[in-house]
């Protein structure tokens, strides 16, 4: 990766960032980032040891394979709830942009893809029409309580990984899922690209939850036209350990998953989905 290439692309006068730092290692780029505690700030690491997902997950990046970084950004005042699901939907609509695909988005912060399945040789093959999700991308939102309140977005996106690299079998990449299908091929996917595209797709729909209730609706809709989870009967395990099970059927205004049991509508706001049957095929 180039760093004065990607400076010269996202920040002004070109772009919307003011610092991008390049690390060819580092702990974690999101710790790294509330250091900074500047808006629009941006760390990428080529190789992440120690990574921070929700829940205190930790994970490791494989260098060079897929893009790892973190974006500091003002936080809305209002809708702060919807700010790790307009995040997924910046890099949906990037990975769009890029390589004709169109993910679906997981409550609260995931973005999958289709899966192409592989032939009896091990080649891989044109997906079949209900292809399983994959997930190809992961964020996590830390929020900096400051005079002026940032965001910090943490992005771990899957794009150069085969099989062997990725840690479990539901996880996927650009690369695996193009197969044949993108607008482009595995091989000509750019890291670079991938990464301007989230970027400023990033700092628009961050942005945006800051407008008024009906102009920030647009993106409330884009939003719950591409989460798959919408429709779906899903399992939700809560921070607590305790799960609720039924028809996710609807996201609210703060950005909570609203699940039907068949006796009561639970208001979600936090907590791990699986979906135990999908509302529709998958994209």
Request: with cysteine; hydrophobic share 45%; proline share 10%.
């Amino acid at each position: 990766m180039d760093p004065a290439r990607l400076i010269a692309a996202v920040c002004s006068p070109a772009g919307r960032y003011a610092v991008v730092e390049v690390h060819e290692r580092l702990g974690s780029t999101n710790s790294r980032a509330v250091s900074i505690a500047q808006p629009y700030a941006v760390v990428v690491a080529e190789v992440q040891t120690a990574g921070r997902g929700r829940l205190d997950r930790t994970w490791e990046s494989p260098a060079g394979l897929g893009l790892t970084f973190s974006a500091l950004l003002p936080a809305p005042t209002s809708a702060p709830g919807w700010v790790p699901l307009v995040a997924g939907l910046a890099v949906a609509e990037a990975i769009t942009a890029v390589t004709g695909l169109r993910p679906a988005l997981k409550w609260p912060n995931d973005v999958l893809i289709g899966q192409p399945q592989p032939a009896v040789d091990g080649s891989p093959v044109a997906p079949a029409p209900v292809a399983p999700l994959g997930k190809v991308c992961g964020i996590l939102c830390e929020y900096l309580p400051l005079a002026h309140p940032l965001v910090v977005v943490g992005i771990g996106l899957n794009v150069h990984q085969q099989r062997p690299d990725l840690p479990v079998p539901t996880a996927t990449s650009l690369a695996l899922a193009c197969g044949g299908r993108g607008a482009v091929t595995a091989q000509e996917i750019d890291r670079e690209t991938v990464l301007v595209e989230v970027l400023d797709r990033l700092a628009q729909r961050v942005a945006q939850l800051g407008l008024p209730p009906p102009e920030r609706e647009a993106t409330y809709t884009a939003y719950r036209q591409q989460c798959a989870t919408l429709g779906s009967l899903v399992t939700v395990t809560l921070p607590d350990g305790s799960a609720v099970t039924g028809t996710a059927v609807a996201v609210d205004a703060d950005g909570a998953l609203l699940v039907d049991d068949g006796w009561q509508v639970h208001t979600l706001r936090a907590g791990d989905v699986t979906h135990v049957r999908p509302a529709r095929d998958p994209i």
